[in-house]
Antibody, heavy 118, light 108 residues
Framework: QVQLVESGGGVVQPGRSLRLSCVAS????????MHWVRQAPGKGLEWVAV????????YYAASVKGRFTISRDNPRNTLYLQMDSLRAEDTAVYYC???????????WGQGTLVTVSS | DIRLTQSPSSLSASVGDRVTITCRAS??????LNWYQQKPGKAPKLLIY???SLQSGVPSRFSGSGSGTDFTLTISSLQPEDFATYYC??????????FGQGTRLEIK
């Protein structure tokens, strides 16, 4: 069965960096685009970034552009989110999600919490 | 950027009720509209994709309709496990996606 498992979250000071990982299994990872979506405490869902199935294209939300970098390692079935210059407003649960056929996020990970605080 | 506005923001209903949630897009998005259910502490779950297609394994009491700018999610007969927050999502652009602000469905 399809599984997405995020890791790498934690408490980090403002201005520092953190890298999130999402390990995929149960499907052909290299055939699917992947997204990062976040959710601040008590708030709604916010799209963060997308990467094409082959890594050829990457797009970002305006709120993270220039600070976050999405990447993937297809042989390792792993998606990454490098987060630099972190701010308090980046505090959220970060989910990875598969981009399935028909342009839908059909599978999601369990999420990893990032807390940016001094 | 495309904006999605859900209404209502919150809703109280009883088991067995028929419930409708609407999602309005700031521009036409054809049928590129998905619906998700999220329970506290859990990841979102896909219910409806392409405006009206039921995701595999989702109960048939959930249905979606609409195209262009106006969309609806209907739950025909509320069950106890349906009390959750619901989000619409547009997937019209290849460069970004947008979520609605969410509709919290509570027990009356």
């Amino acid at each position: 069965q399809v599984q997405l498992v995020e890791s790498g979250g934690g408490v980090v000071q403002p201005g520092r960096s953190l890298r999130l990982s999402c390990v995929a299994s149960g499907f052909t990872f290299s055939h699917h685009g992947m997204h990062w979506v976040r959710q601040a405490p008590g708030k709604g869902l916010e799209w963060v970034a997308v990467i094409w199935y082959d890594g050829s294209n990457k797009y970002y939300a305006a709120s993270v552009k220039g600070r976050f970098t999405i990447s993937r390692d297809n042989p390792r079935n792993t998606l990454y989110l490098q987060m630099d210059s972190l701010r308090a407003e980046d505090t959220a649960v970060y989910y990875c999600a598969r981009w399935g056929d028909d342009r839908k996020n059909d599978y999601w990970g369990q999420g990893t919490l990032v807390t940016v605080s001094s | 950027d495309i904006r999605l506005t859900q209404s209502p923001s919150s809703l109280s209903a009883s088991v067995g009720d028929r419930v409708t949630i609407t999602c309005r897009a700031s521009q036409s998005i054809s049928s590129y509209l998905n619906w998700y259910q999220q329970k506290p502490g859990k990841a979102p779950k896909l219910l409806i994709y392409a405006a009206s297609s039921l995701q595999s394994g989702v109960p048939s009491r959930f249905s979606g309709s609409g195209s262009g700018t106006d969309f609806t999610l209907t739950i025909s007969s509320l069950q106890p496990e349906d009390f959750a927050t619901y989000y619409c999502q547009e997937s019209y652009s290849f460069f970004s996606i947008t979520f609605g602000q969410g509709t919290r469905l509570e027990i009356k």
